[in-house]
């Protein structure tokens, strides 16, 4: 069995290879830019800076597993070059292939006879999806694996409850993906409850022990290790791609009121092996025999009598594993990685439910009577499940090698220009962070904030948000250069952040990454420096005293100032010059207000202030202002045709009552836009206080 497996796994590793060297010209990448994050972060172990993702940068916790990087050190203390450092990635997706298929076997066998065991190979072994995944370069097989372990010696060690090497399977499953990790704490109550039956019999341990808090202590480990390290519970990729992380409440409450209904997706999309037709819709002929195999393992592992004891284990991980399978934002998002790494655990119980079946049948005599209905069980699924999987398993060898091909001419090669062209000092901005940097090797700003700490909030509040808080970077920090999807940032390249285009890497077939082109440009920020008074300020504001201002979308001014918006405020991000005056234009970040805006200022009480909005005046307004809920008056602006206008609004002393006063803009919804129908929203950018 392991021979044959072990060929298996060669066999496609071979064909894989060929396809893949064909498009490449003979060199060999990774399908995903994602995996040459874990390979920089295992390099910067070997050079001494672990979790420094790059010279300049805070640690970060951008690499999701603990333990994958570590396992990646090998060809990078031996300093090997990045093609032999990407083949060991390769080399340890494919023992984990091996490893994983084994313990499926085994674990089948166990919770479903010798069918069980099969069927879960077969499955496992003609997936497209799992060889997509275990030869990505990512964590995926190093988590499935470990999860696979620790079942089969939880299994094997439960009828003592005492769980002497339960314990490090955990710690390893905790440090592999922080879904392990929270896996962990189902199999501390798996253990809790054996250890309590146990304890209950005659000479059985006592059920008080230091193992049991060994699950939880695992469970912990991960967030231990952000929080020191960050500063946060959280590591850097769950704030860039959770939705736990998501700035707008309104945008989090949605996502979180439609669980239930993303749960049965992910549910459906395992029991449908992620195969869907043109249409987005379920294969039948795959998802009936996985939906009743899944049935029939919960069937007879309720039957008080059955040799399955402990089976119902699975389905509680199971379970678990597809709610917080659902955390990350973009669930389905390159082939269903998220759910891949649970997804064998899946097959192990799709296969266990026939193999029950088949177990059932030829156990009950007459024997001629069960035999055809234990053969139908073991064949009939199959005659189902391969004409589909089979051809798909084929055409995904096709793909992987369209995806490491894209990867390799365009991040690896963005990558290795910046390495041949620009100054050692060149500090690079991107949004892909793996390949660019592990073969760029200059120091990078990563503003989707995975491995800059500090950005992911930032860049998920949006483009205007990103923009002010980019240009604030201290100056030993702010991007020499930028090497970006120029369709991700508009407005920077009209903004004067971006010179000329300095390189282009263009795909003709792009099957895996976000853009056809790839654009490294210089960039220079001293076009954009934010303003510190109004443009054009006119003698009766020159004889007053700015007291305060808040730059809105800069989310830092916007804490200090307690900023709110009901409901939320949107970012915008905006280009325009100032009518009837000359000069550069003027970009800037701001914010688009449906209801209505407050703020706190720092002023002198009883005096006078004036209030200067700089706003885009899309649609003409009447807006309601209200000093610590007391009305101040109605201040109105008239329509702009692509320009920046400053209008102003004074408040009367006598409504100033202290030295922090809550400023309210309230949309009157009697205001008229360009159409006479009635403003939508106003925009303010800046506001600036004087008295």
């Known amino acids: 069995m392991i021979l ?54 805070a640690p970060t916790t951008g690499a999701t597993s603990l333990w994958y990087p570590l396992l990646l050190l090998p060809p990078h203390l031996l300093r090997l070059p990045p093609a032999l450092c990407v083949a060991w990635s390769i080399a340890l997706g494919v023992a984990a292939f091996v490893l994983s298929a084994l313990l499926l076997v085994r674990l089948g066998r166990r ?37 696979l372990g620790a079942l089969t010696v939880y299994l094997r060690e439960r009828s003592t409850a005492r769980f002497p090497a339960l314990r490090w399977w955990l710690l390893a499953l905790a440090g592999s993906r922080p879904e392990g990790a929270i896996l962990c704490l189902v199999f501390g109550l798996l253990m809790a409850r054996d250890r309590w039956q146990r304890s209950r019999a005659a000479g059985g341990p006592p059920f008080l022990s230091a193992a049991l808090s060994l699950p939880f202590a695992a469970a912990a480990l991960p967030f231990v290790v952000n929080l020191a390290l960050t500063g946060s519970l ?122 029950r079946l088949a177990w059932w049948a030829w156990d009950r005599p007459p024997r001629w009577a069960g035999g055809p209905v234990a053969a139908a069980a073991a064949l009939a699924p199959l005659a189902f499940w391969m004409p589909t999987l089979v051809p798909a398993n084929a055409e995904m060898i096709g793909v992987y090698a369209r995806n490491c091909e894209n990867i390799l001419h365009q991040q690896v090669r963005v990558g290795r220009w910046i390495d041949a062209t620009l100054p050692k000092d060149a500090r690079v901005g991107l949004n892909d962070a793996g390949a660019i940097a592990y073969y760029g090797r200059r120091s990078t700003i990563d503003f989707v904030g995975l491995t800059t700490a500090g950005l992911a909030r930032v860049y998920r509040s949006g483009l205007g948000c990103l923009f002010e808080e980019a240009r604030r970077l201290p100056p030993d920090r702010r991007p020499t250069h930028c090497a970006i999807y120029p369709e991700w940032f508009p407005y920077w390249r009209e903004s004067g952040i971006l010179g000329p285009e300095q390189f282009r890497a ?97 002023v002198t009480p009883g005096k006078d202030l004036v209030i200067v909005m700089r706003t885009d005046a899309w649609y003409s307004n009447r807006l309601r202002v209200l000093v610590d809920g007391r009305e101040a008056g109605l201040w109105t602006y008239a329509f702009s045709e692509t320009a920046w206008v400053e209008p102003r609004f004074r408040v009367p002393g006598g409504l100033v009552t202290r030295g922090r006063p809550e400023l309210t803009i309230v949309r009157d919804e009697s205001g008229a836009d360009r159409d006479g129908t009635g403003a939508r929203d106003f925009s303010p950018f800046r506001y600036w206080i004087y008295q």
């Open 4 to 57: 044959a497996v072990i060929g298996v796994a060669l066999i496609q590793l071979t064909r894989v290879l060929g396809v893949e060297r064909g498009l490449t010209g003979g060199e060999i990448s990774l399908p995903l830019d994602d995996g040459f994050i874990y390979l920089q972060y295992s390099r910067a172990i070997a050079e001494g800076h672990p979790f420094v993702y790059t010279p300049g940068n």
């Open 111 to 147: 919770l479903g006879g010798p069918i069980g065991g099969g069927l879960s190979l077969v499955l496992f072994l003609v997936s497209p999806y799992l060889l997509w995944g275990y030869l990505s370069g990512m964590e995926i097989g190093l988590y499935a694996t470990v999860l």
């Open 234 to 355: 959280e590591s850097t990729s769950s704030q860039a791609k959770s939705i736990l992380a998501e700035p707008y409440a309104e945008t989090r409450a949605e996502y979180l009121a439609n669980t239930p209904t993303i749960w049965l997706n992910i549910a459906q999309c395992y029991l449908s092996h992620f195969m869907l037709d043109a249409r987005s819709h379920l294969v039948p002929a795959v998802w009936y025999p996985s939906a009743i195999g899944g049935l029939l393992f919960i069937l007879f592992g309720l039957r008080p009598r059955g040799p399955w004891n402990g089976g119902l284990a699975l389905l509680g991980l199971v379970a678990a594993g597809i709610v917080v399978n659902s955390i990350p934002v973009y669930w389905q998002i390159h082939f269903y990685r998220y759910q891949q790494g649970l997804f064998p655990a899946v097959l192990l119980l799709i296969g266990s439910g026939w193999g």
């Open 506 to 602: 263009h795909l003709e077939m792009n099957t895996i990454t976000g853009g056809n082109d790839m654009v490294v440009y210089p960039a220079s920020w001293s076009g954009v420096v934010p303003s510190a008074t109004p443009v054009d300020p006119d003698s009766g504001l020159r004889s007053l005293r700015l007291t305060d201002s808040i730059d809105l979308a800069w989310l830092a001014d916007e804490r200090r100032h307690g900023w709110k918006a009901e409901p939320e405020a949107k970012d915008v991000l905006r280009r325009y010059g100032y009518a009837n005056r000359g000069g550069p234009m003027v970009t800037d970040g701001g914010r688009i207000v449906r209801g209505s805006g407050r703020f706190r200022a720092t």
